[in-house]
């Protein structure tokens, strides 16, 4: 449906359904990885299959001294800090109650992750002076790091990128392919495009 609806038709889908198989078995002729092998990249990869922990903020920026005052006072008569973002923030999250969606802790700069964890849930951070502007958030949620369970769909997953891997390394494709090339009585009447036919070769690393 996301296919169709993005003006793509269902033989275009099909055909880049099959071309992805191809390659896929192409790249990985002749191996396999067993749900031992699997377990073992699942567990000594613990990072690759962990979430990061992420917060759900809001925040409010502005540029001068007398608007953080303005906040400020806004904030402590009891308005509701989306409500000051839209009225006062110089962010282009204004529009949207200065709202950020959930970004992993880590990825924010360190004055703000500090800013940040000072607080809890449901209170707003001191200033942070980032570049020309100060900003102020709001914590509404924090959802801490999770486990990827390996369930089925992610142990295909797993599978396949470790039978890639190794075939990136045992099947050299894109060498086959060049020796094709070479062996290939391939015969261009018109001498620009025969000369040109031979550069793309060589270039490829297909002889000629």
Do not use: C
């Not at 009891?78 to 970004?103: H, M, Q, Y």
């Amino acid at each position: 449906q996301e296919w169709l609806a993005s003006g793509m038709t269902r033989p275009e889908l099909e055909y880049q359904i099959r071309l992805d198989l191809t390659r896929f078995k192409v790249a990985t002729h002749g191996i396999t990885r067993t749900d031992q092998e699997v377990d073992k990249f699942y567990k000594d990869n613990p990072t690759r299959f962990t979430t990061l922990k992420s917060v759900q903020i809001r925040v409010i920026a502005v540029d001068s001294e007398d608007s953080k005052k303005a906040v400020d006072a806004d904030l402590a008569a009891g308005k509701k800090f989306a409500d000051v973002a839209t009225a006062r923030s110089v962010d282009i999250t204004k529009s949207n109650g200065g709202e950020l969606g959930r970004p992993a802790l880590t990825m924010l700069p360190k004055p703000v992750q500090d800013a940040i964890e000072a607080i809890k849930i449901g209170q707003v951070t001191a200033w942070v002076q980032t570049d020309n502007v100060w900003v102020k958030f709001s914590l509404e949620d924090v959802i801490p790091e999770r486990v990827i369970p390996l369930d089925a769909k992610l142990r295909n997953q797993v599978r396949r990128q470790l039978m890639i891997d190794k075939g990136n390394v045992r099947n050299d494709v894109a060498k086959e392919i060049g020796e094709l090339r070479r062996k290939a009585a391939i015969d261009i009447k018109e001498k620009s495009f025969a000369e040109t036919f031979q550069r793309l070769l060589r270039a490829s690393g297909g002889g000629g």
